[in-house]
């Protein structure tokens, strides 16, 4: 079973940037395909970004596209996300989530392993 735990959320101002990460335990992610969501008080989880374990292919939401980078370390069991220029709506708890499998999936549901996720609050 794989257990996963985000890291380095925080506070910051309209503008900044915070990097992600999220470490895998409890077995290798090199074939699971990654993905960061995001949720906002009273509103739907929603995909952020997703990394192909097969192929390294990626996929960003619109709503962060060219601001975000998504990345895997399978040798460290780690993947990150690189957050630049953030807004005040992107303020949310961050989850990494994993998924057996191949191909971009971005619907919550078909994640199988999810960590607690990581606070990120940008001011105005």
């Known amino acids: 079973q794989v257990q996963l735990v985000e890291s380095g959320g925080g506070l910051v101002q309209a503008g900044g940037s915070l990097r992600l990460s999220c470490v895998a335990s409890?077995?290798?992610?090199?074939?699971?395909?990654m993905g960061w969501f995001r949720q906002a008080p009273g509103k739907e989880r929603e995909s952020v970004a997703a990394?192909?374990?097969?192929?390294?292919?990626?996929y960003y939401a619109d709503s962060v596209k060219g601001r975000v980078t998504i990345s895997r370390d399978n040798a460290k069991n780690t993947v990150d996300l690189q957050m630049n220029s953030l807004k005040p709506d992107d303020t949310a708890i961050y989850l990494c989530?994993?998924?057996?499998?191949?191909?971009?999936?971005?619907?919550?549901?078909?994640?199988?392993?999810w960590g607690q996720g990581t606070q990120v609050t940008v001011s105005s």
């Open positions: 989530a994993a998924r057996r499998g191949i191909g971009l999936v971005t619907a919550a549901n078909r994640y199988a392993y």
């Open positions: 409890g077995g290798t992610i090199s074939s699971y395909t």
């Open positions: 990394i192909s374990w097969s192929d390294g292919g990626t």
